[in-house]
């Protein structure tokens, strides 16, 4: 069971910057995947969401209309499209996949071991 996220790196403020998050060993295609990041300092928090379809997506405040998460459930893949990149984007972030238990109401969740996001002024 593993989560792998690539494409963080140092940008400039307003640029773009994809990240990717390639799983295996799960059953991608029923887990609801998000995003989260993790600023020095700062607590954990979320970034955006997309359910196991796809259908529907949910983004945190501060990212709204600029950032884009997708899910290609064939390549077993999330992205994350970030533009407009500001500095206090910078942090790591990390994938996150998320199934209910079947016959539970508890989740199984698993994560990824983040890529670092620099954004300079």
């Known amino acids: 069971v593993q989560l792998v996220e690539s494409g963080g790196g140092l940008v400039q403020a307003g640029t773009s910057l994809r990240l990717s998050c390639a799983a295996s060993?799960?059953?991608?295609?029923?887990?609801?995947m998000a995003w989260y990041r993790q600023a020095p300092g700062k607590e954990r928090e979320l970034v955006a969401t997309?359910?196991?379809?796809?259908?529907?997506?949910n983004y945190a405040d501060s990212v709204k209309g600029r950032f884009t998460i997708s899910r290609d459930n064939a390549k077993n893949t999330i992205s994350l499209q970030m533009n407009s990149l500001k500095p206090e984007d910078t942090a790591v972030y990390y994938c996150?996949?998320?199934?209910?238990?079947?016959?539970?109401?508890?989740?199984?969740?698993?994560w990824g071991q983040g890529t670092l996001v620099t954004v300079s002024s």
């Open positions: 996150r996949a998320r199934r209910q238990i079947f016959g539970s109401s508890k989740y199984l969740e698993v």
């Open positions: 060993g799960i059953p991608f295609s029923i887990n609801d």
């Open positions: 997309i359910t196991s379809g796809g259908r529907s997506t």
